[in-house]
């Protein structure tokens, strides 16, 4: 309160930092915020209390946004069920009984419930745009390294990225404006063109392509996310938007989600926190199912199995860059299931990433926005994918989807409402 009496008074004097400020948002509890407790989910680091920001906290408080509070999520980030063993459970406003998805879960369920304007979320094997799926928001990953990382927990040492998780496709756009740019404390930053990302806001979808990948885009899919596609692709072509049958063979082969979660993801959590995992004393006390179910995989994990698929990264980078060349982005859908019960298995959890991982692994942008309820009034997201620094092809095609009616129309049954103030 005392920071919104301060951008107040700024506006009062004719100051103006922009669209951000004053509006209240959350951060991941990844982020380090300086004097703020950021416990990543666990036990271990719970009375951890940063004496720095991270450098998107840093960002969006110099743009005059309000950080409300530490948002939960996965311990350490794994899992992706909204289950966490120290802090509680972050429940999905459309059905508590149902996942909200990870690890970025308290972040999404504070934009969907209407708790907060924004929340940044981070996404390694998507963590991001799962939970934006799962609770019908908006969830942008952005091109690996345009968001600086400094500050943040790593979940793994090359998969990571930050994004925006909001109510709509424009206040993502401003939030990205925000949080994107180049910062030398941050080894993987890159030099790219300043860009106002609203300018993709409103421009319409006619003439654009999206490639509908063969074996990979509808790949067993529960039947009424298999419709939901369906009815996107034809929001997208009333909208004068070409669909365009793409076959991409690292998709349907060499980048399956399984061998990437083991050979990679799960080879660097176990280089970022395995030493500390080890060396803790009453470590079955100290961590969470999730964590030691992670350590547990890794075992069977070789150093050569993560260094022979690591190998060809760029092979199959520069591959699968060669369709951007015919089409402007690609869809699939966010995750392949409504929103399973929170009480659900592993291989539930695991499934969940088969759209999502084989992209973060190539470093590209993608974006989760909401397309339809099932039968039971759960949500069902879709995914965009662009090219390299293809955000702006990804905002315009998401927001022209938006303003068609896209979006589903309802609100979650669990959902905060400010009244206006008296005059």
């Excluded at 666990?42 to 009375?47: A, F, G, K, T, V």
């Excluded at 790219?192 to 990948?213: C, E, H, N």
Aim: charged share 25%; aromatic share 6%; net charge negative.
């Amino acid at each position: 309160m005392r920071r919104a009496a301060e951008l107040d008074a700024e506006l009062e004097r004719g100051s103006d930092r922009g669209p951000l400020h004053g509006i209240p948002i959350v951060h991941k509890d990844s982020l380090a915020t300086r004097g703020v407790r950021t416990t990543v989910g666990s036990r271990l680091l719970e009375s951890r209390v940063p004496d720095h920001d991270a450098a998107i906290v840093e960002r969006l408080s110099n743009a005059g946004a309000i950080m409300l509070g530490k948002a939960n999520m996965s311990e350490f980030g794994s899992g992706s069920s909204g289950v966490n063993a120290h802090f509680g459970a972050a429940h999905n406003p459309w059905d508590v009984s149902r996942t909200p998805g990870g690890s970025s879960s308290g972040s999404a369920v504070a934009v969907a419930s209407g708790m907060a304007v924004a929340a940044t979320g981070t996404d390694a094997g998507g963590s991001v745009r799962t939970p934006a799926s799962r609770c019908s928001i908006v969830g942008l990953r952005p091109t690996y390294g345009l968001v600086s990382l400094y500050g943040t927990w790593p979940r793994t040492k090359t998969l990571g990225a930050a994004g925006p998780m909001t109510q709509s496709v424009e206040d993502a756009a401003i939030m990205l404006n925000c949080m994107a740019g180049y910062d030398e404390r941050y080894p993987a930053s890159i030099k790219s063109p300043d860009k106002d990302y609203t300018k993709a806001i409103g421009r319409g979808a006619q003439g654009m392509r999206i490639g509908l990948v063969r074996d990979f885009s509808r790949k067993e899919l529960d039947s009424e996310v298999d419709d939901a596609l369906t009815r996107a692709l034809d929001v997208f072509a009333k909208l004068g938007v070409e669909i365009v049958d793409v076959v991409i063979p690292e998709l349907t082969g060499a980048l399956d989600y399984s061998t990437l979660f083991r050979h990679i993801m799960l080879w660097e959590f176990n280089e970022v926190l395995g030493e500390q995992y080890r060396n803790t004393p009453n470590r079955d006390e100290v961590f969470g199912p999730f964590v030691h179910a992670d350590m547990q995989r890794v075992q069977s994990v070789t150093r050569r199995d993560y260094e022979s698929t690591v190998s060809r990264r760029w092979e199959h980078v520069r591959s699968v860059r060669e369709i951007f060349r015919r089409v402007d982005a690609l869809i699939t859908p966010t995750v392949p299931d409504v929103p399973p019960l929170q009480s659900e298995g592993p291989e539930t959890w695991l499934r969940g990433r088969t759209f999502n991982l084989p992209f973060s692994y190539l470093g590209l942008p993608g974006i989760s926005i909401p397309c339809h309820l099932s039968k039971e009034g759960l949500p069902i997201g879709m995914q965009l994918v662009a090219n390299d620094l293809g955000e702006m092809e990804l905002l315009r095609l998401a927001h022209a989807f938006e303003e068609a009616g896209g979006f589903p129309a309802s609100r979650p049954p669990i959902y905060c409402t400010m009244n206006e103030p008296e005059l």
